[in-house]
């Protein structure tokens, strides 16, 4: 059974196959990495070791000496996930993949980009855009986030409406398995029937059933031209009802997403600047992309007589950076707010966003608490931030789970799921066992035990084939 302690015999070994400079092993190295975006104390783990391999041989090797010596292992990008995915939750070695940061091809005439997992999503944006061509895939972190992270978490985003999610982008990986082994699943071709698609259980397992070590992503032409629209209603069903109608009016847009007043009013104070209409607004952000300017005129018209059709209070086209500073900024303004704060990830059909929100309001008035609202409302995933603020830690644990039991109470009455885009990770694993179908968790706990017997790469997220992991003193 594998076990959380590191030994100092382990340690040395490990600084031979990376070098010392790459082992850390001192607190103050350590501590960033007790931690992803999750602030709670309640998960945060320090490891007793984090290493840092330069390329796959590395990984490997260090892979097959965990495995050998019975330690835990944690895969992890850049930390800026939201579900403590990261986490040495049982101590053992945190394997960071942040020096495999290069882009190793883009192939224009097979529209695929071959990346290095700790290569930034924003750079690889970039980059391919240089040569004409796209990446849809767009996670609000994207300035942060490493597209090793994206495919391991399955990453959502902005793009989803019309691009899908980071799955949708992903034409094959290389991976390390828990034993050691290097393996290549899928590559540059765009169709595959050769057997079980092993691919696609890898992309959004969270680093529990290997470390992806190379990805191979789907490019398509950069589009000429842009438009992001802003909508702006005073009745949050209003806003949220309007996707569906642009929807079936022939139009599909790049991204649907909108933002409740509170969430508004927060970003306004945390970024000092002046929003449009934040004393009542409820914000619908559109963006439209293609290659006719007269059909995205057209476009830009009939959304916007649909919007006021449904009450829209204004609609204006917007200043794409400006626009989206504000909707980024979403997460960091409640942090900045309460440092301590609970990010639900719910998802619904498309057409239950109005009811889900509507009830969510009224939870907050039951519990006194604050719990902003922005969210995707193109595929029907809202993000629901519960504030702390100046509560003792007692009474937000006692709180916490009475909320998100409401909440995740409702959203399976409502046909979704507890998690549209962040993941399980450790935060929610024992929900996941709660509020899944025994049948479904059978079947993920058999594809844990039979690629991970041993329980050894990142224990205790999304799913556990053993109750806890001894971590001997």
Partial sequence: MAKGIVT?????QLKAIVGEKYVYTDKDKLEP???DEVTDPHYMKEPQVVVLPANTEEVA???KLCYDNDTVMVPRAAGTGLAAGAVATFGGVIISIERMNKILEIDKQNMVCVTEPG?????LQEEVQKEGLFYGGDPCSGDSCFIGGNVATNAGGNRAVKYGVTRDQVMGI???TPQGEVVTLGGKFRKNATGYMLMHLYIG??????IITKIYLKLVSLPKYQADLLLIFDNLDDAIALTPKVMNAGITPVCVEFMDNASIKQVEVFLDEKLPHSDNGNYIIIQIAGDNEDVLDEQTEKIVEIAE???AIDSLVADPKVIWKSRKAYLEADRARSLVFSMEDIVVPMTEIPGAVQQISRLSEKYDVAMHCAGHCGDGNVHIDILKDDRTQEEWEEMLPKIQGEIYALVYSLGGRLSGEHGIGYKREALLEKYTNPVEVKLMKAVKKALDPKNIMNPGKVISINDEVPVEE
Avoid: F, Q
Avoid at 8 to 12: H, K, Q, V, Y
Avoid at 119 to 123: F, I, K, L, R
């Fill in 309 to 311: 059709e449904n009450k």
């Fill in 33 to 35: 990495y007790s931690h």
């Fill in 61 to 63: 090797k260090v892979v």
């Fill in 205 to 210: 397992s969270e680093g529990t059933l290997g």
């Fill in 174 to 176: 290389e991976v390390v």
């Fill in 119 to 123: 290569v930034t999503t924003a750079v």
């Fill in 8 to 12: 100092p015999e382990l340690i040395e």
